[in-house]
């Protein structure tokens, strides 16, 4: 069982950048393909960045491309978002997925573990 946990969420200003942490346990991310989802309220899931580390492939969602980026840490079993540039309708709670595998899945529900999620909050 995979455990995720994310923080780094906070109050930021548009134009400021946060880094997200996605630590995992129970089994080695680099396994997994990790998605990154955000919910804002009253919405559903939305895709951010799904990405394959073994034979390295990574999907963005276009409103993110260019200013958001992932990577990992294979010692600290642990995935980031690197969040450039950010605007105030990027704010929403983020989440980090994880999929056994090699599919990009872009889609909430194709994910097995999810993180319980991190704040995010840009104001104009």
């Known amino acids: 069982q995979v455990q995720l946990v994310e923080s780094g969420g906070g109050l930021v200003q548009a134009g400021d950048s946060l880094r997200l942490s996605c630590a995992a346990s129970?089994?080695?991310?680099?396994?997994?393909?990790v998605g990154w989802f955000r919910q804002s309220p009253g919405k559903e899931h939305e895709f951010v960045v799904a990405?394959?580390?073994?034979?390295?492939?990574?999907a963005y969602a276009e409103s993110v491309k260019g200013r958001f980026t992932d990577s990992r840490d294979d010692a600290k079993n642990t995935v980031y978002l690197e969040m450039n540039s950010l605007k105030p309708e990027d704010t929403a709670v983020y989440y980090c997925?994880?999929?056994?595998?090699?599919?990009?899945?872009?889609?909430?529900?194709?994910?097995?573990?999810w993180g319980q999620g991190t704040q995010v909050t840009v104001s104009s």
């Open positions: 129970g089994g080695t991310l680099s396994s997994y393909v």
């Open positions: 990405t394959r580390w073994n034979g390295p492939s990574t």
């Open positions: 997925a994880a999929l056994r595998g090699t599919r990009l899945a872009t889609n909430w529900g194709d994910y097995t573990y």
